[in-house]
T-cell receptor, first 111, second 111 residues
Framework: DAGVTQSPTHLIKTRGQQVTLRCSPKSGHDTVSWYQQALGQGPQFIFQYYEEEERQRGNFPDRFSGHQFPNYSSELNVNALLLGDSALYLC??????????FGDGTRLSIL | KQEVTQIPAALSVPEGENLVLNCSFTDSAIYNLQWFRQDPGKGLTSLLLIQSSQREQTSGRLNASLDKSSGRSTLYIAASQPGDSATYLCAVRNRDDKIIFGKGTRLHILP
């Protein structure tokens, strides 16, 4: 049984570009959450998707957007990349009243 | 606004010792609290989940306690081993379903 899978594992972009990160949840999970983790910090909640809709959102600008597909997989899109967007982006999936399971993340570097 | 604090930020102990990691939170109206382990460059591995109605959870050499009224949780690791070296993160799930992480404690077990 595959856990949460994220792609790509590493990505290098330049300022102003756009990026799309992908996440496949653990089998049986229907809720996907995205987090940004800067070096030496704890993960910061970006948003959560359930039934293909954004259910919760953290304190992130509109440059950060997402999508959830009917198979529960999800994408995180970031437009107009800034140097400060360099971080590890983590995806977590969960089911009702279940703990979150995390993927290994996508390491995004902005040059 | 919920804030989660973890003390100490870093800890080094000799192999075989028992140790305690601390986590405090400012808003006691939580749904649950979860302890995670994160190895360098990797995602998060869930260790223990404590529901708001519970006082403690145990898994092997790990024991986590929760005192909701005082806004505190501890993670006790017995008979520490070099393989326990990692960053340990505490996260609370609020009643509004948002999850807030602490910055973590970097643990180093000395062989």
């Amino acid at each position: 049984d595959a856990g949460v899978t994220q792609s790509p594992t590493h990505l290098i972009k330049t300022r102003g570009q756009q990026v799309t990160l992908r996440c496949s949840p653990k089998s049986g999970h229907d809720t996907v959450s995205w987090y940004q983790q800067a070096l030496g910090q704890g993960p910061q909640f970006i948003f959560q998707y359930y039934e293909e809709e954004e259910r919760q959102r953290g304190n992130f600008p509109d440059r950060f957007s997402g999508h959830q597909f009917p198979n529960y997989s999800s994408e995180l899109n970031v437009n107009a990349l800034l140097l400060g967007d360099s971080a590890l982006y983590l995806c977590a999936s969960s089911g009702y009243n279940q703990p979150q399971h995390f993927g290994d993340g996508t390491r995004l570097s902005i040059l | 606004k919920q804030e989660v604090t973890q003390i100490p930020a870093a800890l080094s102990v000799p192999e075989g010792e028992n140790l305690v990691l601390n986590c405090s939170f400012t808003d006691s109206a939580i749904y649950n609290l979860q302890w995670f382990r994160q190895d360098p460059g990797k995602g998060l591995t869930s260790l223990l989940l404590i529901q708001s109605s519970q006082r403690e959870q145990t898994s092997g050499r790990l024991n986590a306690s929760l005192d909701k009224s005082s806004g505190r949780s501890t993670l006790y690791i017995a008979a520490s081993q070099p393989g326990d070296s990692a960053t340990y993160l505490c996260a609370v799930r609020n009643r509004d379903d948002k999850i807030i992480f602490g910055k973590g404690t970097r643990l180093h077990i000395l062989p």
